[in-house]
């Protein structure tokens, strides 16, 4: 078993640089996967999206070690255990994060990594179906779409931020990031659109691609330079060689656990676990960012929500109508408004994502309330926050040792609570009237910082937004690993592109942007001149100094 690449994890970077290195035909290309097939309804249906998530089939099914600010709770840590990655368990939201975001990748030490550098890899990874003219990609792999936003709840979200005197954006992933608007979804012709989809299946449709179920448990070194992968199928151990590179895209938990797995990393650790150290690079499994959000739900005097359609046989009504048509209520993830907004003045970026769902309903599949609701996802995207992902033993079947340190700062938590007086603002405008019931939570007596921290404390999820732990930066930052032509610093022939690369979170979901790095390092590995750098310039509100609206 031999190619030019090798690539780790066919999740969502590793099937864009499936599909970019093997585009030309020059180069063989073969993919690594442990996971599975990607078919049935849970996985296609978007509106099942509750169900991949919680099935030990398709998720590594990871947890966090008990988080010392959030009651000793473990949180929850899913990834993607199937062809795809987490891009054939996630939500489907598509957000590309902002100028801003992009500007401090290369302020950390990510030179090429601006804004005007990777716009052109969003447009050239795009088909965008509505988005705006100029902005967004018309004939890349991967659809990006509305949602039908026929519930009236759902613009009833929009009209409210626009009286509370919020921006509305008709694209936040266009030039105006800031606002209420409709969310974006990665469903094409009513499935959803993975990276399988959009780029892993296409590939696999030519000669020089292939696609090999293992695990991988190390990467091979001859001296400093990697040439294989050791790996594990049908109980045998075997060597995957590669003839130019070998290219790391397992996630946030796995590529750093892979990496200490095989001698690179802090050198401390590395040594008490028994492992012989190849490369010193303390910042493996360091930098571990993430976003978390809460629930905020409310009654709907109106039975207009998706409570009607929670039992089972009305359920099964709406997937025999995806079965055979792909169209009606299992077409679509059903986030389809949101807004991004600044959580005070003198900031100049979006910090606040909210995700509006017209249902009060829990990520399992659970109704909150045994009534007609409504509900948004809450988050503060740009926590200070820093986590850590560790080896619990050298084993490789052990899960790693995830520590996110959440709500470790104080800004976290005024943050927070800013969020929960948003909301109800939000809520409490005329647009909601005719709906707006009793809330259910954080619930109405919870008015205090302590009552609300109380919520939050035993409330607060991840938002599965894991990032950063194989951080990009220049070649002289003890903490990088790898530079910013994503190849691992100390060693040769090695490179990692994923979300662990992320020097900074983006604002919203991580889907869009790990595709991204999977479409931009496929150029540099191939030593291929980037695209052209984009002179487009994103609408930054003129108010941000005074106002948070």
Known sequence: ??????????????????????????????????????????????????????????????????EPNLNNRRITAPRGKVIGGSSSINGMVYVRGSYEDYAR?????????????????????????????????????????????????VRAFVEA???????????????????????EQTVYQGRRWSAASAYLKPALKRDNVNLYRCLARRIVFEGKRAV???????????????????????????????????GIGPAQHLQEMGIEVIADRPGVGANLQDHMEYYFQQVSTKPVSLYSWLPWFWQGVAGAQWLLTKSGLGSSNQFESCAFVRSAPGVRQPDIQFHFLPVAISYDGKAAAKSHGFQVHVGFNHSKSRGSVTLRSPD??????????????????VKFRHTV????????????????????????????????DEFLREHLESAYHPCGTCKMGAKDDPMAVVDP??????????????????????????NGPSIMTGEKAADHILGKDRLPRSNHEPWINPRWEVSDR
Not at 165 to 179: C, P
Not at 245 to 254: D, I, R
Not at 492 to 504: K, M, N, T, Y
């Open 1 to 66: 078993m031999q190619a030019d690449y090798v690539i780790v994890g066919s999740g969502s970077a590793g099937s864009a640089l499936a599909y970019r290195l093997s585009e030309d035909g020059k180069n063989s290309v073969l993919v690594l996967e442990y996971g599975g097939s990607d078919a049935g309804p849970f996985i296609q249906m978007p509106a099942a999206l509750a169900w991949p998530m919680s099935m030990k089939m398709y998720n590594w099914g990871y947890l966090s070690e008990p």
């Open 228 to 262: 294989g992968v050791e790996v594990e199928r049908n109980g045998k151990i075997e060597i995957v060689r590669a003839n130019k590179e070998v290219v790391v895209s397992a996630s946030s938990f796995n590529s750093p656990k892979l990496l200490m797995l095989s």
């Open 161 to 183: 931020g626009k009286q509370a005197g919020f921006e509305t954006t008709e694209d936040y992933n266009g030039e105006k990031q800031e606002g209420f608007g409709l969310m």
């Open 105 to 153: 990748w290369e302020e950390l030490g990510a030179n090429g990594w601006s804004y005007a550098d990777v716009l052109p890899y969003f447009k050239r990874m795009e088909t965008s179906h509505g988005g705006q003219d100029g902005w967004r990609g018309t004939d890349g792999p991967l659809h990006v779409q509305r949602g039908p936003a026929k519930n009236p709840l």
């Open 485 to 510: 032509d994503t190849k691992v610093i100390g060693v040769e022939g090695l490179r990692v592109a994923d979300s662990s690369i992320f020097p900074h979170i983006t604002y919203g979901n991580l």
């Open 421 to 452: 007086r948003l909301t109800r603002e939000i809520f409490a405008q005329k647009a909601f009237d005719e709906f707006r019931g009793p809330e259910i939570q954080p619930g109405e007596n919870r008015q205090s910082d302590a009552e609300i």
């Open 396 to 413: 490789v079947k052990d899960d790693p040792v995830i520590r996110f340190n959440y709500m470790s700062t104080d800004e976290d938590w």
